[in-house]
């Protein structure tokens, strides 16, 4: 048997950590009532970290660099957080605000920037200013317009996620520039 090398090694372990996540709700429903998922439930939790998983294939292959590779895993953390916590309980108000929908238009950014710029450091940049600038945008936008109100914490709840999620975005924004003078200089 061959030896595995140290990439294959870390996407074993990539798959394999994210078999464990989607395993711990089963393992749960076994032990309490409390967590109760349905067979979709499972279905759109394994589509998540199957996106996960592949984004995180895809830019590890384009990566030339340790700032290059937190960019993305904060790039790919932030996209990743950003559509459980709206399909799970919204952002603005409950999952069952329309206002949510604006999100799909970050996450869009994200995609769509990563795919347009073809993953490269500069493209990268810009398109995680462009998420972070939408993304306060959305936050303004609904505290002004006091969207989400039936929260329980509201505006707090808004406040606090857009905060989180801009400093995501340009905390990625700042790697990638790191990672784009740092291939300038080879």
Do not use: H, K
Request: overall charge positive; some cysteine; hydrophobic content about 60%.
């Amino acid at each position: 048997m061959s030896e595995m090398t140290r990439p294959n090694m870390v996407r074993v372990s990539l798959w394999s950590f994210a078999a464990v996540l989607l395993l711990a709700p089963a393992v749960a429903m076994r032990f309490t009532t409390e967590v109760n998922w349905s067979v979709p439930d499972f279905a759109f939790a394994a589509i998540m970290l199957a996106m996960v998983g592949a984004a995180v294939e895809l830019f590890v292959r384009r990566a030339n660099g340790r700032a290059y590779i937190a960019g993305a895993a904060i790039m790919i953390f932030g996209t990743f957080f950003l559509v459980w916590v709206n399909l799970a309980v919204g952002i603005i108000g409950s999952e069952r605000n329309g206002a949510n929908l604006l999100y799909a238009g970050v996450v869009a950014i994200v995609v769509g920037g990563a795919t347009m710029s073809r993953a490269r450091p500069p493209g990268l940049v810009r398109t995680c200013v462009a998420a972070a600038a939408l993304q306060a945008f959305i936050g303004l936008v609904a505290v002004a317009a006091g969207w989400g109100t039936d929260g329980p914490i509201w505006p707090r709840d808004v406040i606090g996620v857009t905060g989180i999620l801009v400093a995501t975005w340009l905390g990625a924004a700042a790697l990638f520039a790191r990672a784009a003078r740092d291939q300038a200089r080879r």
